[in-house]
């Protein structure tokens, strides 16, 4: 009884092996042929990353006023904020919001962020710096002692009385000399008026060297708070507030509910009646984006946790001062809301696809059939090889029918050998095997019908 003939079985592990290995040589001829062209895209993509800056910075600089005041402390709480992101935030104390100003204006100094009041930046005075909006209301306090003010000509009652009016380029100054120019009068030629620090003014208040002091901060500004412990201090009604608000339109009416500040004790005993500014955050017109974001996100988290004793839970942060344009990673943020995967993804990367997205949708449209082609990059080469070489034969054969001399044949003949030696040597898919040899039976075709030219030729001149 004869064996039967053993079956032969396709060894799956030897034909990955050689699919792979095709893969790669065909990637390697690919850089080999391409290798200038691969060199301008890896050059066009250095140059977008470079021009985009996908990644923030690791340092960033923001000036605020005074210690202690509400500027410094919203700052102290930005910066565990910005650690989460891996970005340190450094805190540039200075005399007040004009002084924070100047650093940020000033391209030589290290600020590229400042918390301020609003209204102390003038229109259009600069071009080069954005508003991330504003995260808190900040009132003009003025403190006093003695017999409470029963007119409403505050600012007269205070002619004859030693007052602390800040530090030059302070909130307090700025603001007061905006008001009493409102009213005709002039701050500077005055004996009466103190320049010092909150906290100096606030010292010497309590310890009776003064009769007053304007203070523009927040009410959890640890010198209002220090000032509103003291039983024998009041605080300004302004009754004249929402007429400067209408020539001032930067700042707000706010006010102290009767009983707000002890309920028990019945402070204030009436409805006080403030002027109030809001804490604006200034930036650097080219601030990295993602650094824009943080701020916001930390101003939101912050607007929420603090209790805003002068605004409505949840407003801000907002858009209040219009005297510096907002910016636009701001207005999207207002109008949007925070950006989408920012708990999921790094913070850069959501605003990085964010920023590109146009390009990467449009990059999508040319890549997309890229991808499909690449897999089977040794398949398309391999193709391309046998169909150039249809074409060279297809040329050869032409001109062998309109070839007169030996010479001319001979020179096909050997076009044709080169052909024939080229296409041995490349490397094939196994998938173009078939279409490989059809070529090459085309050639040999072609060759033999020269080469039987050249012999009749041969036998003619016999």
Same mark, same amino acid.
């Given at each position: ?51 985009? @800056? ?13 210690? /202690? ?42 600020? $590229? ?21 504003? +995260? ?23 002619? /004859? ?41 606030? *010292? ?13 901060? /927040?009410?959890?500004?640890?010198? +209002? ?14 009754? %004249? ?20 500040? *002890? ?55 907002? %858009?209040? *001062? ?31 696809? *964010? ?5 990467? +949708? ?5 890549? %997309? ?34 070839? @007169? ?11 044709? $050998? ?28 072609? @060759? ?15």
């Amino acid at each position: 009884m004869s064996k039967k003939p053993s079956q032969k079985h396709p060894s799956l592990v030897r034909h990955t092996r050689e699919s792979l290995t095709q893969e790669l040589d065909a990637w390697a001829g690919l850089i080999k042929g391409e290798w200038k062209w691969i060199l301008v895209l890896l050059a066009g993509l250095a140059i977008l990353v470079a021009f985009t @800056r996908p990644l923030p910075p690791e340092d960033v600089y923001l000036a605020v006023g005074q210690k /202690g005041s509400v500027f410094g402390m919203l700052g102290e709480k930005f910066v565990p904020l910005f650690a989460e992101e891996g970005i340190d935030l450094h805190l540039i104390y200075t005399a007040g919001s004009a002084a924070s100003l100047a650093e940020l204006a000033d391209k030589d100094e290290l600020a $590229n962020a400042a918390l301020m009041v609003g209204g102390v930046a003038a229109k259009g005075k600069f071009p080069h710096l954005l508003s991330l909006g504003s +995260v808190e209301y900040v009132p003009l306090w003025l403190f006093y002692r003695g017999p409470e003010f029963e007119d409403k000509e505050l600012l007269n009652d205070l002619a /004859g009385k030693r007052v602390a009016v800040g530090l030059d380029g302070s909130a307090e100054q700025i603001m007061i000399k905006k008001l009493l120019a409102l009213s005709g009068i002039a701050l500077e030629g005055r004996d009466n008026l103190l320049k010092a620090t909150s906290q100096v003014a606030a *010292d010497k208040l309590i310890g009776g060297e003064i009769d007053a002091m304007f203070l523009m901060d /927040g009410i959890d500004g640890q010198v +209002v708070q220090k000032l509103l412990a003291q039983k024998d201090l009041h605080i300004a009604n302004f009754a %004249y507030a929402p007429a400067y608000v209408k020539k001032l339109p930067f700042l707000k009416t706010v006010s102290i509910p009767m009983g707000s500040l *002890d309920l028990q004790a019945h402070n204030p005993t009436h409805d006080i009646q403030m002027l109030a500014s809001t804490v604006t955050l200034l930036v650097e017109d080219d601030m990295h984006p993602v650094v824009q974001q943080i701020f916001l996100l930390a101003a939101d988290r912050i607007g929420n946790e603090i209790d805003q004793f002068f605004a409505d839970p949840e407003f801000f942060p907002a %858009y209040i *001062d219009h005297a510096v344009p907002l910016s636009p990673i701001a207005k999207r943020f207002y109008e949007e809301g925070p950006p989408a995967f920012k708990d999921s993804l790094p913070l850069w990367l959501v605003n990085y696809v *964010d920023r590109l997205w146009f390009l990467i +949708v449009g990059s999508i449209a040319v890549i %997309y059939p890229l991808l499909k082609l690449f897999p089977s990059y040794r398949h398309m080469r391999s193709v391309l090889l046998i169909s150039d070489a249809y074409s060279d034969i297809q040329r050869i054969e032409q001109s062998a029918a309109e070839s @007169r001399t030996n010479g001319e044949l001979q020179t096909l003949v050997d076009q044709l $050998n080169a052909l024939d030696a080229e296409t041995t040597g490349s490397w094939i898919s196994s998938v173009e095997i078939n279409r490989l040899y059809t070529m090459k039976s085309a050639l040999n075709l072609v @060759r033999t019908q020269i080469i039987n030219r050249l012999r009749d030729n041969a036998k003619a001149r016999a």
